[in-house]
């Protein structure tokens, strides 16, 4: 199986990628730019451009046709760039304060040129290194809930929601959560990556048909709910924060699915986090956790009142059931992810960043549980506060 490619495409290097900002308008042909690749991810090149004399920046954004995990072996689709630029511009539409700005999009070479947000930071690095961002619930809690209520059929008039549906379909991404998230930890899968000394822990997963038929339910609904537009792959690192502003960046995973899956990824992620300190140091962390989820709770319920397209929103408990839903989703979801980041293809450095061998076994042994029961408890847990990490 050959690595899908356009006609027309070839990847950026640094100097080419200087070629491309000055003949598509963005500098002047004399102007003196200097140019880094700066992506850590495993799908794309990101390319930080700097004008010296003006400091004017921008970055290029180019998928691959590959996983750079892998390798060419592993192809995916170069569509995955227009989704995303789609994506943030949708997106822009509802809380244009939370996603950086799109400039232009090129379909050939499966490029975005967007603002720069270098002098941000990741979420997921400045948690790691102590930080704390008190604005982070707030400004997630409201992105949540704004994206996803104008994108479903409680805000978005019903047959323009089906339409703007049509434009995301993203099945090659789609196949990667489907497989990485939802399936393959849970199963003697190749493309597991863990410790042996997890393996009993592991093994206890992989014969668990009571967790198995949880999970089962759970990508069922990934598979078929196609509630709202999600971003599909929110988690700690595709968040850019400063202390007064939060990025929600890289939706290339958008596509329509079940609203509690973006809210789920986000408080694993947190939960993730929380895992890999001391239980003394915790406390902020399931702070920021309890108020992403009671921000997002009430202005889902501030946009419910006033903006609701549907007739049935007047009806008594339509409102609670749909957000009792939404959580108990969202805590599945959630132990979903935390298990596959521990044990599946895609770790995070919360966990793998644990020097000492004994606390981070501990700590993903921890994640492990933890994600066990949110899967189990879903409909015990009436708010993520009652959450217990051991």
Known sequence: MGVPRLEGYYELTETTAIEYAKNTGFFEQSAALDCEEIGDGNLNYVFHIVERQSGISIIIKQALPYAKVVGESWPLT?????????????????????????????????????????????????????????????????????????????????????????????PELCKITEDLVFTDPFYDKDTNDFEEALLEDVEAIWSNDVLKLEVAKLKKKFLTQGEALLHGDLHTGSVFVT????????????????????????????????????????????????????????????LWHEHNVE????????????LTQILQDSLGFAGCELIRRTIGLAHVKDLDGIENDEVRIAAKRQALSLGRNLILQKEHITHPRYIRLY
Do not use: C
């Open 243 to 302: 202390a007064d502003e939060t990025k929600v960046i890289d939706p290339e995973f958008a596509f329509y699915g079940p609203i509690g899956f973006d809210v789920g990824q986000f408080l694993a992620n947190l939960l993730l986090n929380a895992l890999s300190l001391p239980k003394s140091e915790q406390a902020p962390i399931l702070d920021d956790l309890n108020q992403t989820w009671d921000v997002f709770v009430n202005t889902f319920k501030t």
């Open 78 to 170: 170069l569509h995955r760039a227009t989704i995303e630029s789609n994506a943030l511009n949708v997106f822009a539409k509802f809380v244009p304060d939370f996603v950086p700005k799109v400039h232009f999009t090129d379909e050939v070479l499966a490029l975005t040129v967007m603002e720069d947000l270098s002098e941000f930071t990741i979420l997921r690095e400045g948690l790691i290194q102590g930080n704390r961002y008190p604005k982070i619930p707030e400004h997630i809690g409201t992105y949540l809930a704004k994206t996803l209520f104008y994108t479903s059929d409680f805000g978005l008039n019903q047959q323009e929601k089906k339409e703007l549906a049509g434009t995301f379909i993203n």
């Open 311 to 322: 007739p049935y929103a007047e009806v008594n408990d339509y409102l609670n059931f749909t």
